[in-house]
């Protein structure tokens, strides 16, 4: 497919569009420009009815540093900066967007997650890193909190204590320990990161991609709201997908003692 952005990469290959973002000269840090075109292509993969995952990477040796403080949008020196309307316009759209994709997103983490490119990382369904990969909450340094959703999801993946000690401090958090704390799915060694993503990413492209979307939205609404209303949640959705092609093609695959050819229906 043609290229129609400047700062990203976006191939779809067997049901997997993987989305790289692609300034390495700049450790993929994020500018205006780049958060529009980021926003563009999660739209355009959510449009895609061929693409049953995402996978999300960085270009070079990083996987993004965070916002370009060279970046004239967040330049102090231009004058008063409005960060909220940066995070009301470039931010939030993203996280968002990926929350709300149907399929599932895999992140895979190939050298420094820092602030806001962390957080976009940590909004992903499923996050692999690099043995050398880490993962820092540097807003300390500036004067700000963790933005892009890092409020929400920090303590929600690490509890409270863990992630105020990462707000507060801003030290970085390595790989292997961010596995041991839970905040991430798991940690490879550099050289097998590539090949482990794109493993979980078709894997995840060939399973029952309408299980995977709602079973994303029960997870997800599990956070605010009771048991009781989560059991609700379960069974209306549990209705649905026991009337789906794909729930009829996993029993008959278990009878047969096959693997299942999920449609994502």
Not at 96 to 104: E, G, K, N, T, V
Not at 119 to 145: E, H, K
Not at 163 to 172: Q, V, Y
């Amino acid at each position: 497919m043609s290229q129609p952005f400047e700062t990203l990469q976006l191939q779809i290959a067997q049901g997997v569009a993987t989305l790289t973002l692609n300034r390495p000269d700049r450790l993929n840090s994020l500018t205006r420009a780049m958060l529009t075109e980021l926003n563009n292509a999660l739209a355009m993969v959510r449009l895609d009815a061929s693409v049953r995952c995402l996978l999300l990477t960085g270009a070079g040796r990083a996987f993004c540093s965070g916002q370009d403080l060279d970046d004239e949008s967040v330049d102090p020196a231009l004058g008063p900066i409005d960060l909220g309307s940066v995070v009301e316009h470039g931010y939030r759209p993203i996280v968002l967007a990926i929350r709300d994709l149907p399929i599932p997103v895999v992140a895979a983490v190939n050298g420094i997650a820092a602030g806001a490119g962390a957080n976009i990382a940590l909004a992903c369904d499923v996050v692999i890193a690099a043995l050398s990969a880490s993962f820092v909450q540097p807003f300390c340094r500036l004067g700000l909190l963790p933005g892009a959703g890092g409020t929400w999801t920090l303590p929600r993946l690490i509890g409270p204590a863990r992630a105020m000690g990462l707000a507060l401090f801003g030290e970085p958090l390595e790989a292997a320990q961010a596995q041991t704390w839970g905040l991430i799915w798991e940690c490879v060694a550099d050289e097998q990161l590539a090949a482990r993503a794109r493993e979980l990413a078709t894997r995840l492209a060939e399973g029952p991609t309408l299980g995977f979307a709602r079973t994303k939205q029960a997870i997800q609404a599990s956070a605010a709201q009771t048991l009781e209303a989560s059991l609700e949640l379960e069974s209306a959705f549990l209705r649905e997908l026991g009337g789906s092609l794909d729930y009829r093609e996993g029993v008959a695959a278990f009878r047969a003692r096959r693997p299942a050819r999920f449609i994502g229906g």
